[in-house]
T-cell receptor, first 113, second 113 residues
Framework: QQQVKQSPQSLIVQKGGISIINCAYENTAFDYFPWYQQFPGKGPALLIA?????SEKKEGRFTISFNKSAKQFSLHIMDSQPGDSATYFCAASKEGSQGNLIFGKGTKLSVKP | DAGVTQSPTHLIKTRGQQVTLRCSPI?????VSWYQQVLGQGPQFIFQ???????GRGNFPDRFSARQFPNYSSELNVNALLLGDSALYLC????????????FGSGTRLTVV
């Protein structure tokens, strides 16, 4: 059973465009929703995270939108740059889960110059 | 300040063999978690250790075991290796037990032939 579903699997965006990646979750007990960025040969690095008490969080060019009733959250990358080309993972966890992050399958983003 | 360090970076083993992977957390971090990332997939939780005790375990067979030492470093052991154990093994450290402050290492790439 896949608890966090991520789409699309891959995404090609022109430089300066907006990249949008979506995730849906099943477990309403989840209370922490991070996005990770991973470059080839590296471990995932935390980009931005949100808790369900807010509907949006922005950090620089990265924004998380959160819809609790729909059990969905998304990552928006504004003014996408070639250096943003990487694989992005959404994840979810619940308090008391002893650090168990449930990851989506990932989205490979390519930003064309 | 050093990040999470993992060793070795790459490893090739034969089916049936045993392997030990090592992780040194960020200084001051008392929690270490292990994840398996199969090519093209998101990381999957294996174990969490906090204050030298196992605090969480994912859905992995008993061939997988781990421990945490008094200096908070950790080892992941996998016995009776299968071809399907080929993956990137990631270590994440955090101050507490939750996933909110995870920092991942670059991982150990294990290939089983």
């Amino acid at each position: 059973q896949q608890q966090v579903k991520q789409s699309p699997q891959s995404l090609i965006v022109q430089k300066g465009g907006i990249s949008i990646i979506n995730c849906a979750y099943e477990n309403t007990a989840f209370d922490y929703f991070p996005w990770y960025q991973q470059f080839p040969g590296k471990g995932p690095a935390l980009l931005i995270a949100i808790r369900p008490d807010v509907s949006e969080k922005k950090e620089g060019r990265f924004t998380i939108s959160f819809n609790k009733s729909a059990k969905q959250f998304s990552l928006h990358i504004m003014d996408s740059q070639p250096g943003d080309s990487a694989t992005y993972f959404c994840a979810a966890s619940k308090e008391g889960s002893q650090g168990n992050l449930i990851f989506g399958k990932g989205t490979k983003l390519s930003v064309k110059p | 300040d050093a990040g999470v360090t993992q060793s070795p970076t790459h490893l090739i083993k034969t089916r049936g063999q045993q392997v030990t992977l090592r992780c040194s957390p960020i200084s001051g971090h008392k929690s270490v978690s292990w994840y398996q990332q199969v090519l093209g997939q998101g990381p999957q939780f294996i174990f969490q250790y906090y204050e030298k005790e196992e605090r969480g375990r994912g859905n992995f067979p008993d061939r997988f075991s781990a421990r945490q030492f008094p200096n908070y470093s950790s080892e992941l052991n996998v016995n009776a290796l299968l071809l399907g154990d080929s993956a990137l093994y990631l270590c994440a450290s955090s101050l507490g037990q939750g996933a909110a402050s995870y920092t991942f290492g670059s991982g150990t790439r294990l290939t089983v032939v």
